[in-house]
């Protein structure tokens, strides 16, 4: 799953912090402090600051989260700026239509300097690359980017996964060492458990009895039918998947391989939209819909609704990183391992790789500066410039404790911390280490996290980033597949289409080709598995 999407694969038992040492560049030495050494045909200086001598001014086109303040007055980019002599002009588009957003700047060619936090997918990258309107950055970041280019030295299957097979890298990802910023969690609310005398959902089987006793036994104690039993994520859009089915695939043993609806089996690739076990899981969706166990407004709702949702104490089951959108009701909520299913499957499926937020940053042709851009951004690969997207000012945002920062009790208390950092929302260009994740993996978080170790896919191959032309097949063979996939699985859940459809259904994946799309990715597999 990431985004970053590369050939290669990745262990979900990543390396918990890093070392000082891959992280260092982005503090100057004694030698350097206070020194611009500088590339003299574009004023840009290779270490230290100001990046550049002359005022210098970015646009950059931003998904902004419900969140989120203006990115303007953030701390970390009033700060920077003054740093780096780089003012940074935020184009901000929300969550909600961001794709359609995006999509228009690059047909219309009205383009930015900078994508940034712009989720672009490695087929977007291709073909944006190639079509000339994101320029390589590989020569850039060898030369301007001393803290990402020392990360994928420490991580070779970053450079892996960005890289294409013509050996560009056109968008840079997100990396992230600590394994619980890489999944939802599944929480549920303890507090109706224990009211109704009910133990831990083992099974699909138990969870569905849980959920109908949330519905049906009052456990908030106002005397009427009002609890929420179980909610998700509504779908982001065609070909971003529908968030229900990714986080109660692994109970019904489908993974999602190579950033798809892939399950590996003796090395060979299985798009698995169309099999029984599928089937199986819609099914079981379709009862929880139907029974009004499952959001009635899941496949509607707004990101907004979905992050109030967990704040009201009022919802039974449901999914994220971090606990963060429920801290005024945390004590109700504790993290469960993945429902065993009907054949015995337990897979935390939805897990991301190292390089987990793929197309994080981009550079567009009509960038002027692009050494200059490529180290602005590169601050935030390191410990320092992480620290300041993620905690703002030390002793008005967080303090220190044995070298970690901690947001302070007052500016906890203030609930703003979504406002002064682009990591809420998720997306943003830089590291997440141990050394900045106190706030998303406080000790409830770590609890989740240790139900769901057991369970993550032992080895998590990112999506493939595919040569132009393969690229451009999959690209066509997904549009069709994907809208269409997607289209008829919420109907099922929903119950607008029969599962007597099943068999027309299937027969419609394979008229679309869903075969070739295989055989594109089994090629892409098996030139990664030579890699190794």
């Known amino acids: 799953m990431k985004r970053n999407w590369g050939t290669v694969l990745l262990s979900t038992l990543v390396i918990s912090s890093l070392t000082l ?9 004694k030698e350097t402090e206070g020194k611009t050494p500088a590339d003299e045909s574009k004023g840009v200086s290779t270490a230290g600051f100001p990046i550049v001598k002359e005022p210098l001014k970015l646009k950059m086109f931003t998904r902004i989260a419900p969140a989120n303040g203006p990115f303007k007055d953030m701390p970390v980019f009033k700060d920077y700026e003054k740093m780096s002599n780089i003012q940074v002009e935020f184009i901000e588009a929300p969550t909600d239509g961001f794709q ?60 892996s996964g960005i890289t294409t097979p013509e050996g560009h890298i056109y968008a840079i990802p997100g990396i992230v060492s600590v394994n619980a910023a890489r999944t939802d969690k599944k929480w549920i609310n303890q507090a109706w458990l224990k009211k109704l005398n009910l133990k831990e959902p083992e099974t699909t089987d138990e969870l569905y009895e849980v959920l109908k006793a949330f519905r049906d036994k009052d456990p908030n104690g106002n005397g009427k039918q009002d ?34 609806y892939i399950n590996l089996e003796n090395d060979k690739v299985q798009i698995w939209m169309g099999n029984d076990r599928n089937k199986e899981m819609l099914m079981y969706l379709n009862k929880l819909y139907s029974e009004k166990l499952l959001d009635p407004e899941l496949f509607t709702q707004k990101e907004a609704q979905y992050i109030a949702k967990q704040g009201t104490g009022n919802t039974g089951f449901f999914f994220d990183q971090t606990n963060n959108p429920m801290l005024a009701v945390q004590d109700q909520y504790i993290g469960i391992a993945p429902p065993k299913g009907p054949h015995g499957d337990r897979l935390q499926s939805a897990a991301a790789p190292i390089a987990r937020d793929f197309g994080a940053f981009a550079i567009t042709s009509v960038n002027k500066n692009p050494e200059a851009t490529m180290r602005w951004v ?66 409830q978080v770590q609890e989740a996290q240790k139900k769901l170790d057991p369970y993550m896919p032992k080895i998590r191959y990112a999506a493939p980033m595919f040569d132009e032309q393969t690229a451009q097949q999959i690209n066509i063979l997904r549009n069709d597949i994907d809208k269409y996939y997607e289209e008829q699985s919420t109907k099922f859940i929903a119950g607008a289409l029969s599962f007597d459809k099943w068999a027309e259904f299937q027969n419609t994946l394979k008229k679309m080709k869903i075969d070739e799309l295989q055989k594109l990715y089994q090629a892409a597999y098996d030139n990664l598995k030579q890699q190794k």
């Open 21 to 29: 040492s891959a992280c260092s560049s982005d503090t100057p030495s």
């Open 100 to 159: 359609e957003k995006k999509n228009l700047l690059f047909a219309s060619n009205e383009l930015p300097d900078v994508m940034y936090r712009s989720g672009l997918t490695p087929l977007e990258a291709t073909r944006y690359g190639s079509g000339g309107q994101l320029i390589p950055l590989e020569k850039l970041i060898d030369a301007y980017a001393p803290n990402l280019k020392k990360l994928m030295e420490t991580y070779p299957e970053i450079r």
């Open 227 to 260: 609890e929420l039993p179980m909610t998700a994520r509504a779908s982001g859009g065609p070909g971003l998947g529908i968030p229900v089915t990714d986080m109660m695939g692994g109970s019904f043993g489908l993974d999602k391989q190579l950033g798809y």
């Open 378 to 443: 590169d601050y935030f690969y390191g410990d320092e410039g992480s620290t300041l997207l993620r905690f703002g000012r030390q002793g008005e945002n967080y303090e220190l404790r044995n070298g970690i920062p901690y947001y302070t009790a007052d500016f906890l208390a203030s609930g703003n911390q979504s406002k002064i950092t682009p990591y809420a929302g998720g997306g943003a260009p830089h590291l997440i280490s141990d050394k900045v994740a106190s706030f998303i993996n406080p000790p």
